[in-house]
């Protein structure tokens, strides 16, 4: 079936809106992805049908509500390949993902062991493994990128030894959009014993992920980046990585027994979910997910590799612009700048004209600090954005670079 963007179009609401007196062109889909009519219709329904408290109840909602609540972990864990429901923990987002692996960690690592972090991450993927370094006196070391935005494998493997417990990379770089060899960096880690958490809030829009075939420990992505809701996330454990750590958080629905003497932790996942989830968000997860796969995630790879080669080439075409990661493996992200151009009064200018991008750091200062730049402006695309729009944008650039210059 051939793509057709104009029929996608229609699923999402927002995209009609105006900006500023213009039709919207929504290029800022790496910070957060749009809403389809089905996921925005999954919230309406659980709040109009079906809203009570999980895993509580004898009465018919509550027992209705955990089912749904359950059948979109059965989709998450279906959709990403995960061998058990049990070894899907929902979470309010990648963030906090990260950090219930991060407290986990605390009470395991010990002074002289050592934790790799890439030069590409995230603030999510960064501060808390230093948190548990000052906690546990493990040592931070950092996986150096290269000028064409990759990570430096070379240094990897050198950093690599029996002392590296954990390894925390991004399958895709939020900040340039560049794919990470994370099967590679797994298996590299797994030959020292060390294990690996993925951040793949930036792969799981584009990319159908696996998490058994890549071998990760831990992979963890947010619902609002894969047209889901914002408040809601996924953290992928192997079971009995899951089962080492300790709980994350105290509290309802996490226990197996409470006595002021000792308390007893329940099975997984739910030693992991401390008291009422976002459940109306955990529904809409797998109704977003139904909704990508309705359209298909080669089919949306393949789209979006053509808006970015699209992309890239009018943007070439501008006098003073810098894209980084140009010439790697991407997703559809457009991360430059224009010479003598701040990065923020471009993307002033581009709002006035009904274009979202983002402008700054992306919250990824590590990368700017190594270009030696204050940030980007990212252009970040999505199946339901069209080629017409990347001509308004390049049309605004000029704009810009003349009005600025
Ligand atoms: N990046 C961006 O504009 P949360 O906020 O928990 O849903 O996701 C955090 C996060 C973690 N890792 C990566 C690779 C990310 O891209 C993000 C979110 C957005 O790039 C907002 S800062």
């Not at 493990?138 to 990128?145: G, N, R, S, Y």
Request: proline content about 4%; charged content about 15%.
């Amino acid at each position: 079936m051939a793509f057709d963007v104009q029929k996608i179009r229609q699923d999402f609401p927002i995209l009609h809106r105006q900006v500023n007196g213009q039709e919207l062109v929504y290029f800022d889909n790496a910070a957060t992805a749009q809403t389809p009519q089905p996921v925005i219709d999954a919230i309406v329904d659980y709040y109009s049908t079906t809203n009570a408290n999980i895993h509580r109840g004898v009465h018919a909602l509550s027992q209705e509500a955990t089912e749904a609540y359950e059948a979109a972990r059965q989709k998450i864990q279906k959709h990403f390949n995960a061998v058990h429901p049990y070894e899907i923990i929902l979470t309010s987002g990648t963030t906090e993902a990260i950090n219930c692996i991060a407290s986990g960690y605390a009470s395991i690592l010990q002074p002289g062991d050592e934790v790799i972090v890439s030069a590409m991450e995230h603030h999510s993927n960064i501060v808390p493994w230093q948190m548990l370094c000052e906690k546990t006196g493990a040592q931070l070391k950092v996986l150096p990128m290269l000028q064409n935005g990759t990570l430096d494998m070379e240094a990897y493997a050198q950093l690599l030894n029996a002392r590296t417990q954990l390894v925390f990379v991004n399958h895709v770089s939020n900040a340039l959009g560049t794919v990470n060899p994370v099967a590679s960096i797994i298996s590299q880690a797994h030959a020292v014993g060390a294990k690996v958490l993925i951040d793949g809030a930036q792969a799981t829009p584009h990319y159908k992920v696996d998490v058994q075939a890549l071998a990760a420990d831990f992979y963890v992505t947010s619902a609002h980046k894969i047209c889901g809701p914002t408040g809601v996330g996924m953290l992928y454990g192997k079971a009995e990585h899951l089962r080492e750590l300790p709980p994350y958080q105290g509290g309802g629905e996490m226990i197996a027994e409470v006595t002021f003497e000792k308390t007893t932790y329940a099975d997984l996942p739910h030693k992991f979910e401390a008291g009422t989830p976002n459940i109306a968000g955990g529904i809409a997860f797998g109704a977003a997910l139904d909704y990508v796969n309705s359209i298909g995630l080669e089919a949306i790879a393949t789209y979006e590799a053509s808006l970015l080669a699209y992309a890239t080439a009018a943007l070439e075409q501008l006098p003073g612009i810098t894209i980084y990661a140009k010439d790697v493996e991407k997703v559809a992200v457009l991360s430059f700048n224009i010479e003598g151009l701040h990065p923020y009064d471009v993307g002033s200018i581009l709002d006035k004209m009904g274009i979202a991008v983002r402008t700054g750091h992306h919250c990824a200062q590590p990368i700017m600090d190594y270009y030696e730049i204050p940030g980007t402006i990212r252009a970040s695309f999505s199946f339901y954005n069209t080629k017409e729009e990347i001509d308004r944008m390049v049309e605004a650039l000029k704009k810009a670079i003349t009005m600025l210059q």
